[in-house]
C-alpha cells in the first residue's frame, strides 16, 4: 500500500500568490482530513471529508482557505492569496469507517511564505 | 480549541527508563488514540483504546483511559534511543462524522 500522497513536499512562494497543496488518500478509506502543524498551534484540524463531502470546515482560518474533494482518490487545499502566517506544515491523512477511525498521514508539504 | 491537552510538553531519560506521558480531554468520546512524530515526518498511530475500555497492550507501550477523570496515560517501558520522537494523543468525536483532534504533544528525548 502506497500510504497517503502528497505534494509538493516543499514549497516556498511570495507572499500573494496562489498556493495548491494536493493529496491522494489511501485506496478505499472514506474520510480524508486536512491538519496544519505549527509550532504555536500544534496540529490543527482545518477540514475532513467523508465520502468526498465536506462534513465539517470550521477549522478553515479564513475565506483565503479553500478544499476540495472531486472525487475518491484526489483532494487539494488551496490557499489564496497566500500570507507568510500561513507558513506551515500541511498534513493531509485519510481513514476508513469501522476501523477506530485510525488515522493515517502522508508525509507533509512544507510551505514557507516569504 | 484543542481536544487534549499532553503532560509533561517535554520528557528527557535514559536509555533503558520507562516514559509516562498524560493526556487530558474536555468531551465525552468514542475513542482516544495515541500517535507518534519523528522529526520532519508525519504521524504515525501507534494504540486506540475505545471509551469502555480501562488498559490496553501493545509491546512495550500501555495505555490507560479513565473517562471520570476525562485522562489517558501512555507508558512506553524499556525506552531505547529510537523513542525519540512527539507523542500526541487524540480524541475521537462522533459529530456526524468522526471528528479527530489532537493534543499539543510531548517531545521525549532518550538519551542513549
Known amino acids: 500500500d502506497a500510504g497517503v500522497i502528497q505534494s509538493p513536499r516543499h514549497e516556498v512562494t511570495e507572499m500573494g500568490q496562489e498556493v495548491t497543496l494536493r493529496c491522494k488518500p489511501i485506496?478505499?478509506?472514506?474520510?480524508l482530513f486536512w491538519y496544519r502543524q505549527t509550532m504555536m498551534r500544534g496540529l490543527e484540524l482545518l477540514i475532513y471529508?467523508?465520502?468526498?463531502?465536506?462534513?465539517?470546515d470550521s477549522g478553515m482560518p479564513e475565506d483565503r482557505f479553500s478544499a476540495k474533494m472531486p472525487n475518491a482518490s484526489f483532494s487539494t487545499l488551496k490557499i489564496q492569496p497566500s500570507e507568510p502566517r500561513d507558513s506551515a506544515v500541511y498534513f493531509c491523512?485519510?481513514?476508513?469507517?469501522?476501523?477506530?477511525?485510525?488515522?493515517?498521514f502522508g508525509e507533509g508539504s512544507w510551505l514557507t511564505v516569504v | 480549541s484543542q481536544q487534549g491537552e499532553e503532560d509533561p510538553q517535554a520528557l528527557s531519560i535514559q536509555e533503558g527508563e520507562n516514559a509516562t506521558m498524560n493526556c487530558s480531554y474536555k468531551?465525552?468520546?468514542?475513542?482516544l488514540q495515541w500517535y507518534r512524530q519523528n522529526s520532519g515526518r508525519g504521524l504515525v498511530h501507534l494504540i486506540l483504546?475505545?471509551?469502555?475500555?480501562r488498559e490496553k497492550h501493545s509491546g512495550r507501550l500501555r495505555v490507560t483511559l479513565d473517562t471520570s477523570k476525562k485522562s489517558s496515560s501512555l507508558l512506553i517501558t524499556a525506552s531505547r534511543a529510537a523513542d525519540t520522537a512527539s507523542y500526541f494523543c487524540?480524541?475521537?468525536?462522533?459529530?456526524?462524522?468522526?471528528?479527530?483532534?489532537f493534543g499539543a504533544g510531548t517531545r521525549l528525548f532518550v538519551k542513549a
Open positions: 491523512a485519510s481513514s476508513l469507517a469501522g476501523t477506530g477511525n485510525t488515522i493515517y
Open positions: 485506496s478505499g478509506h472514506d474520510y
Open positions: 471529508f467523508n465520502n468526498n463531502v465536506p462534513i465539517d
Open positions: 468531551t465525552s468520546i468514542n475513542n
Open positions: 483504546i475505545r471509551s469502555n475500555e
Open positions: 487524540a480524541t475521537g468525536v462522533n459529530t456526524g462524522g468522526f471528528k479527530t483532534i
